[in-house]
């Protein structure tokens, strides 16, 4: 029976520190398939997979490869099974360049010095046989995009004799044009006999690309499906162990009130050239664009954090210059970043000084004095509110699963209490529940007289929760579009330059 399948993986257990992290998970995958690995964050996905690829050991179960039962305790055992891993986190070294990075386990191919021709000639080879021959193998790879990253990351892989291809939200940073180009080749990847393991918070890619999907819940095995016998719908039932009538839960009553901020001819470098909106309170204001459209680039200038070097900024009606983030948030302006890792939280910190280091004056005491007890209760409040999972506030917020970092960097605007808040990709990497929850949150802000604006690269989030959305191309305004004239085809042209 385990003949029939490339990996079988039965009755896996974990636990970190009391905590049960996988109970008895199992997963089934062929050669040649695309296998969806799905469920929340906290799941146990990224647990699954790290003790397939040997990076953590299991406690109890059993692994079967090929139809042999084996055991790996580390990287090196998955390695030789060709079982191979693309992390969220890339493993490359920055100052080594692409040919390095790709052949770094065999550099000299068993010779006493390295042939820096042949090196660089197969790194091509592999760079063009992905579609990115533009990609220069001699670059160091601190240089490249992230994108560019992670298609070195990619390459690594497959320099080995890859049997297993494990990808984790491999999408999250690439560009349309290079989605396409990745599914061409995992495609190609299945038609030779290699087993994809494909971890996605995207529903479309998984219903696009995969050919069987595994739900995960709480640690453990829900259902094996094939993509073609299940809808969305039942899918997130699934996940999420409810129903979600509505993944965009609608506002009982839009009521706007006056311009909280007012952006005119903005100009700040190449990526922001001329740039006007307005935000009003309550209402939600939508960002969206192609990759380097300069979305990100304008609201770092609004916010502060890049200069500006001209056009008007009026906050309620005066005009104002944020010289730094810190004036902006003195005033009432909050922005959850992109990159919540390196940007948003101090994830060796606590999760109650994460979540209080905005509003230190809120956890004194009448004598301004700091107080614990009531730093913790204030956490807790506002941990509670956008329903965050964790076991202490003092725990590092590294521990936490990514949809509950995500809720840790927003909870730190929320005990501000800011006037307007800058959300850019706030569900990036985030699973289908907690999606909800922060779009609940969005909503109940913007019913508080909270301006929102956000961000976002996926249409159906964009059209699900504005009010309007500005369209952007090469750093300038294409278009806005009220909500009574949301459709892709809409936002698609305008983001493209059409007409």
């Not at 297993?164 to 349309?176: G, H, Q, R």
């Not at 502060?304 to 010289?323: C, H, M, Q, T, Y």
Request: charged share 25%.
């Amino acid at each position: 029976m385990e003949q029939s399948y490339r990996i079988k993986m039965t009755d896996i257990q974990k636990r970190f520190a009391g905590v049960h992290a996988l109970k008895g998970a199992s997963l089934q995958v062929c050669a040649g398939e695309i296998h969806a690995l799905i469920g929340e964050n906290g799941a146990g996905k990224s647990t699954l997979m790290k003790i397939l690829a040997g990076a953590i050991r299991k406690d109890a179960g059993e692994i079967w490869i090929d139809g042999r039962k084996t055991e790996i305790q580390n990287p090196r055992d998955a390695h030789k099974l060709g079982i191979a891993t693309i992390y969220q986190e890339f493993m490359l070294a920055p100052d080594l360049t692409v040919a390095e990075n790709i052949f770094v386990e065999n550099l000299t191919s068993g010779r006493k010095l390295i042939n820096w021709k042949t090196l660089n000639k197969s790194a091509q080879e592999l760079l063009d046989n992905l579609g990115f021959g533009d990609i220069d193998p001699a670059a160091k790879v601190g240089t490249l995009s992230v994108a560019y990253q992670q298609v070195v990351e990619i390459c690594k892989s497959l320099s080995q004799d890859v049997k297993v291809l494990i990808l984790d939200e491999p999408t999250a940073v690439l560009t349309f044009r290079e989605i396409e180009k990745l599914f061409e080749l995992l495609v190609k990847l299945k038609e030779d006999g290699v087993s994809i393991i494909y971890i996605s918070h995207r529903l479309e890619e998984i219903f696009r690309l995969c050919d069987q999907i595994t739900v995960m819940k709480d640690g453990c095995f829900v259902r094996q499906v094939r993509t073609d016998e299940i809808h969305k719908e039942q899918l997130i039932n699934l996940m999420v162990g409810r129903d979600l009538k509505d993944i965009f839960p609608k506002r009982d009553k839009v009521v706007m009130g006056d311009k909280i901020l007012q952006v005119q001819h903005l100009r700040a470098g190449s990526r922001v050239q001329d740039v006007s909106f307005d935000v009003r309170a309550g209402e939600v204001v939508g960002f969206y664009g192609l990759v380097g459209a300069g979305r990100t680039e304008t609201m770092r200038a609004v916010f502060g954090a890049d200069p500006v070097e001209s056009g008007k900024i009026l906050w309620f009606g005066e005009e104002v210059r944020f010289k730094n983030p810190l004036q902006a948030v003195k005033r009432g302006l909050g922005m959850v970043p992109e990159d919540r890792k390196k940007q948003g939280l101090v994830l060796e910190q606590s999760i109650e000084m994460n979540t209080t280091i905005t509003s230190m004056k809120k956890v004194q005491n009448r004598a301004r004095v700091f107080s614990k007890r009531k730093e913790e209760d204030f956490t807790k409040e506002v941990l509670e509110s956008i329903h965050t999972k964790y076991a202490s506030v003092y725990d590092r917020v590294s521990q936490l699963s990514g949809g509950n970092q995500q809720k840790v960097a927003l909870a730190k605007w929320l005990a501000a209490r800011s006037k307007c808040i800058i959300f850019d990709e706030p569900t990036r990497g985030v699973d289908v529940g907690a999606k909800t929850e922060i779009y609940n949150c969005i909503n109940q802000l913007a019913a508080q007289g909270i301006g929102i604006i956000m961000i976002s690269s996926e249409m159906p989030e964009l059209m699900g929760m504005s009010d309007q959305v500005i369209v952007m191309r090469q750093g300038k305004v294409t278009g806005k579009i009220m909500k009574n004239e949301f459709s892709e085809n809409n936002l698609i042209r305008l983001a493209m330059g059409g007409a």
